[in-house]
């Protein structure tokens, strides 16, 4: 079983709707979680993160921990064409006294005008 | 410098060939990390250095892959006797502190190889 597990994709949803993106982890004792956005081409950008369980919005994006189902999401909200990217949900297990984070591998958006 | 500067921006190998992919890190980050991206996956982790020490390199495939970070800034990732599953691109992070849990981290533009 791998660490971190996403949605294989791609996902397509038209322009001004929600989009949805879904992440799972195996090790129950992770404290950290990130979203981290790719461009074709480019390097992941961080865009979220979440420490806790519940929600976390920031602008159009939401992001939501259940540590107990051990599943983050990441909710976009009025999807633009810019939002057309691969979403890469990072963890942190706290495993190691340094902040190792492992990727899972990424969910691919397209936004549709 | 402003951000993570990696070099080259691609290179290409002959097979059994050594590379060496350069790592410039942001000014004062004290963690480095190297990862592995295959077309279509995720970054896979290969190394990190803590300054100059290297804490783990659990990720590295095999003993070809060698990494170092002798004064704690620049490092280089050298592969030797490459391999086509090497083709790949390795991308370089870095991050201000150690162990916070909460600490962004910075992408270079990675480097692509392509072994032939």
């Known amino acids: ?113 | 410098g402003a951000g993570v500067s990696q070099s080259p921006r691609y290179k290409v190998a002959k097979r059994g060939q050594d590379v060496a992919l350069r790592c410039d890190p942001i000014s004062g980050h004290v963690s480095l990390f190297w990862y592995q991206q295959a077309l279509g996956q995720g970054p896979e982790f290969l190394t990190y250095f803590q300054n100059e020490a290297q804490l783990d390199k659990s990720g590295l495939p095999s003993d070809r892959f060698f990494a170092e970070r002798p004064e704690g800034s620049v490092s280089t990732l050298k592969i030797q006797r490459t391999q086509q599953e090497d083709s790949a691109v390795y991308l370089c992070a870095s991050s201000l502190t150690v162990g916070q849990g909460t600490e962004k981290l910075f992408f270079g533009s990675g480097t692509q190889l392509s072994v032939l």
Do not use: H
Request: aromatic fraction near 10%; proline fraction near 5%; include cysteine.
């Open chain 1, 1 to 113: 079983q791998k660490e971190v597990e996403q949605n294989s994709g791609p996902l397509s949803v038209p322009e001004g709707a929600i989009a949805s993106l879904n992440c799972t982890y195996s090790d129950r004792g992770s404290q950290s979680f990130f979203w981290y956005r790719q461009y074709s081409g480019k390097s992941p950008e961080l865009i979220m993160s979440i420490y806790s369980n519940g929600d976390k919005e920031d602008g159009r994006f939401t992001a939501q921990l259940n540590k107990a189902s051990q599943y983050v999401s990441l909710l976009i909200r009025d999807s633009q064409p810019s939002d057309s990217a691969t979403y890469l949900c990072a963890v942190n297990t706290g495993k190691t006294s340094y902040d190792k984070v492992i990727f899972g591998p990424g969910t691919s958006l397209s936004v549709i005008p």
